[in-house]
């Protein structure tokens, strides 16, 4: 019995090498899918990426409102909100996931340009939810900003 618990440990410590890759590429992968996102928003403006990203049962929290929800909302409000005078820009320094690999979210910084990047009109913080869709592409459910960065003290 002994030795047959003993066979069992290197491929416990194998399987578990393997999930932690697994996780590891799963997080790599949702920090890529938040730069496409950020790409997509200074090519084709931030409405088109925004609509692209959002799950059906996608939330919006901003300032001064009521939580934005689902798809149809947020292209409602932003159908409302044209997105030619400004460029918005973000760069997610963090992501995890769950470990089932279906639930993860990121965070990071952005910045609101006038067209071109000429001129730095706003920046702040972001998070974002995202879940898997069914055929596996991340889609965010969540996501909420915080308007204004102050130099960090040394």
Not at 30 to 59: C, H, I, P, T, Y
Not at 77 to 96: E, G, H, N, Q
């Amino acid at each position: 019995m002994r030795f047959f618990v003993l066979s069992l440990f290197p491929l416990l410590i194998i399987s578990s090498a393997a999930a932690q890759t697994n996780l590891q590429k799963g997080k790599d992968l949702l920090l890529k899918a938040d730069m496409e996102f950020s790409r997509l928003s200074q090519e084709k403006g931030s409405n088109e990426a925004f609509l692209a990203f959002a799950s059906d049962s996608a939330v919006l929290l901003r300032k001064n409102s009521y939580p934005v929800e689902g798809k149809s909302a947020i292209r409602s409000l932003l159908s409302r909100r044209p997105d030619t005078s400004f460029v918005l820009i973000w760069k997610p320094v963090f992501a995890d996931i769950a470990s089932s690999g279906e639930l993860g979210y990121t965070y990071g910084t952005y910045e609101v340009r006038t067209p071109g990047g000429l001129k730095l009109t706003g920046e702040g913080t972001y998070v974002t939810i995202w879940k898997r869709d069914k055929n596996g592409r991340w889609k965010f459910v969540l996501d909420a900003g915080n308007e204004g960065l102050r130099a960090e003290k040394k």
